[in-house]
């Protein structure tokens, strides 16, 4: 496949910038700042974290790792940033966010079961003063859920979970779903669980179009519900194909990493993630 190909010229390029950001006075310091991230100029979309992978840590080292690789948008999961949260301990976590660099553009993946589950979904992120929510409202809960979103704000990513998942396993049924909503009711797209039901990313993103509102960006090592995670660019994931797909559709959101391998280690696999795509995207 070309992806792989050429994986050696696009991994040397991102991770040599990688390391530098890591080897850098400021990324060794606990809490590092990271600058606003530099992208080539026909890349309109930005690279973030999904906390997700950070999971075994605390929201601390969720952050220096961050900013080790140079990461400075975020969404937060609820191990970082409890659902129960009231106002003044989210103003804290949040304020801690903000004060690392980092942006806290989102939330998730939220489960809601029922209506109090939504309210409290969409209570939490806006006083998170945060962007979206990934979320995975039950079908009945739609109607609600949409209308919490044109009364915040807040843009309502759903998450595609892949085969076994009675919601939603592929983004088709995500679209099928919300395709007569308001614009802001939409689909995270996670690449690997989209390969691993039999979807080409790349092909279900030029589908949603307008309604890709977030990504979960990730690897997997076989396209089937077998699959796993693995860093990005050593998988079956055209990455390549998927990066300019979302590129050509004009996508402007974030592509959050979510990292699930190693999970009491992450750092270097994500390392190895992050520069293998930051140098996919220097090469276009």
Known sequence: MEHRSS???FFKRGFAGAAALAASPAAADLLGQPKPERRPA???????????????????????MAGRVGLS?????????????GGAEIAAAVGKVRGSGVVPYGC????????????????YAKAGGMEVIIGVPD?????LAEEKVRGSGLKLAIHNHGPGDPRYPTPGSVLEKVQHMDPRVGLCLDVGHCLRAGVDPAEAAEACGARLLDVHLKDVTAASKEGGPIEV?????????????????????TA???????????????????????GVLAAF
């Open 7 to 9: 994986r050696r010229e």
């Open 42 to 64: 026909r890349v309109p979309f930005a690279l973030g974290l999904a906390s997700y992978t950070c999971r075994e840590f605390g929201l601390v080292e969720t952050l220096s």
């Open 73 to 85: 948008r975020i969404s937060l999961k609820d191990v970082h940033l409890p659902l129960t949260a």
């Open 108 to 123: 998730g993946v939220i489960y809601m079961t029922n209506p109090a589950e939504v309210e409290r979904a969409f209570a």
């Open 139 to 143: 079908h009945e809960l739609l109607p």
């Open 233 to 253: 660019g050593r998988g079956v994931v055209d990455i390549p194909r998927f990066l300019r797909a979302l590129i050509e559709i004009g996508y402007s959101g």
């Open 256 to 278: 959050s990493f979510e990292y699930e391998k190693d999970a009491k280690d992450p750092l270097p696999g994500l390392a190895e993630s992050v520069g293998y795509v930051r």
